[in-house]
């Protein structure tokens, strides 16, 4: 059984960097042409992708946050990591974690995704 799980703070004060890990059990994040992602759905919005690092380490972001968003993985720990620079109460979302057997395209709700965490609230206010 493949599970995945967030943590991190549920609250990050504005300008500052939000930090989110994902912990996968039940398979391998270096299992060949799986893909993991980071995506996000704030209050009232629609779902939106953030980013994903591919089984051979190669990384993918959304156009409207690549410059503020970094995924890496750490592959002895099976953990891949969300790091959101420079945030802003328009972050404040539900972020959840999702493995996927291709590239995640825009249009995907969470049901596309095979595998994904529950999600967890991050609020962005001082």
């Known amino acids: 059984q493949v599970q995945l799980q967030e943590s991190g703070p549920g609250l990050v004060k504005p300008s500052q960097t939000l930090s989110l890990t994902c912990t996968i059990s039940g398979d391998s994040i270096t299992t060949p042409y799986y893909y993991f992602s980071w995506i996000r759905q704030p209050p009232g919005k629609r779902l939106e992708r953030v980013g994903y690092?591919?089984?051979?380490?190669?990384?993918y972001y959304s156009p409207a946050l690549k410059s503020r968003a970094t995924v890496s993985r750490d592959t002895s720990k099976n953990q891949f990591t969300l790091q959101l620079r420079s945030v802003t109460p328009e972050d404040s979302a539900i972020y959840y974690c999702?493995?996927?057997?291709?590239?995640?395209?825009?249009?995907?709700?969470?049901?596309?995704?095979?595998?994904r965490g529950q999600g967890t609230q991050v609020t962005v206010s001082s």
């Open positions: 999702a493995r996927s057997r291709e590239a995640p395209a825009t249009s995907w709700e969470l049901n596309d995704y095979d595998y």
């Open positions: 690092i591919g089984w051979s380490g190669r990384t």
